[in-house]
């Protein structure tokens, strides 16, 4: 992927907040068969850095809330982008900082957490757990989460993502996995599977169903954000 994605936008509903795509190292996990985002990486830090400090250059502070998400974990990104991130927290009175962390960095990520809600910014971690369904979670889109226990990893985070659209994800399975997600988490960002030339593949009959059964009855929930394109909240 190039430098040249959109990587600063508002999200106006539901948690109206600001997002940045940022660029760091790469997913640590990078095999999840469902996602091509681990190739919006770099090891050049000085490069991810100019890249970073031009899509935080945007951030307002308006709503108070700012989501930055980098195309794997947090703690990826390299230390003068965090601390720029903080900066402008401060500078900006951002009291809420949104960002996503792989299962593997959870430790990483609960770290993250602790320094920067020590420095007055309360932090919302975001994990993809895709589905709660352990065998179409790890064998079919292999995620890495070496738990079936939802609140062992809502221990860890406070927000989930969903993937649907997938062939073998029923009625009962999404509603499953909805209701599970809003149990445990905060919040619930459900993701509908498109087209990348990553060997999962979206099905058009699955997401027919979803939209016909499924996005209605969460379209106005609050906790819920309803991505049917991945680009919806203006970055990518």
Request: glycine letters at 6%; a negative charge.
């Given at each position: 992927?190039s430098?040249?994605?959109?990587?600063?936008?508002?999200?106006?509903?539901?948690?109206p907040?600001?997002?940045?795509?940022?660029?760091?190292?790469?997913?640590?996990?990078?095999?999840?068969r469902?996602?091509?985002?681990?190739?919006?990486?770099?090891?050049?830090?000085?490069?991810?850095?100019?890249?970073?400090?031009?899509?935080?250059?945007?951030?307002?502070?308006?709503?108070?809330k700012?989501?930055?998400?980098?195309?794997?974990?947090?703690?990826?990104?390299?230390?003068?982008?965090?601390?720029?991130?903080?900066?402008?927290?401060?500078?900006?009175?951002?009291?809420?900082?949104?960002?996503?962390?792989?299962?593997?960095?959870?430790?990483?990520?609960?770290?993250?957490?602790?320094?920067?809600?020590?420095?007055g910014?309360?932090?919302k971690?975001?994990?993809?757990?895709?589905?709660?369904?352990?065998?179409?979670?790890?064998?079919?889109?292999v995620?890495?989460?070496?738990t079936?226990?939802?609140?062992?990893?809502?221990?860890?985070?406070?927000?989930?993502c969903?993937?649907?659209?997938?062939k073998?994800?029923?009625?009962?399975?999404?509603e499953?996995?909805?209701?599970?997600?809003?149990?445990?988490?905060?919040?619930?960002?459900?993701n509908?599977?498109?087209?990348?030339?990553?060997?999962?593949?979206?099905?058009?009959?699955?997401?027919?169903?979803?939209?016909?059964?499924?996005?209605?009855?969460?379209?106005?929930?609050?906790?819920?954000?309803?991505?049917?394109?991945?680009?919806?909240?203006?970055?990518?």
């Amino acid at each position: 992927m190039s430098s040249d994605l959109m990587r600063y936008s508002v999200i106006p509903v539901k948690n109206p907040r600001e997002i940045v795509l940022l660029r760091g190292s790469g997913c640590v996990w990078r095999k999840c068969r469902f996602c091509n985002y681990h190739l919006d990486f770099s090891n050049d830090e000085k490069e991810n850095f100019s890249i970073n400090r031009q899509a935080l250059s945007n951030v307002t502070g308006n709503y108070g809330k700012l989501e930055v998400i980098n195309s794997g974990s947090y703690s990826e990104l390299d230390e003068n982008t965090k601390r720029l991130i903080l900066q402008t927290c401060k500078e900006k009175s951002i009291h809420t900082l949104h960002f996503e962390s792989h299962w593997s960095l959870r430790e990483d990520a609960a770290k993250e957490k602790e320094y920067l809600e020590s420095k007055g910014i309360c932090v919302k971690r975001k994990i993809g757990v895709e589905t709660f369904d352990v065998s179409m979670r790890e064998k079919q889109f292999v995620k890495g989460i070496d738990t079936d226990r939802p609140e062992e990893i809502a221990a860890y985070f406070e927000e989930a993502c969903l993937l649907f659209g997938i062939k073998g994800q029923t009625l009962s399975s999404m509603e499953y996995d909805v209701e599970t997600a809003l149990h445990y988490f905060e919040r619930v960002c459900i993701n509908i599977m498109v087209e990348n030339g990553m060997p999962v593949k979206p099905d058009p009959t699955v997401i027919a169903l979803f939209c016909r059964q499924i996005y209605p009855r969460y379209q106005d929930n609050p906790r819920v954000d309803i991505l049917m394109e991945n680009t919806e909240f203006g970055v990518g």
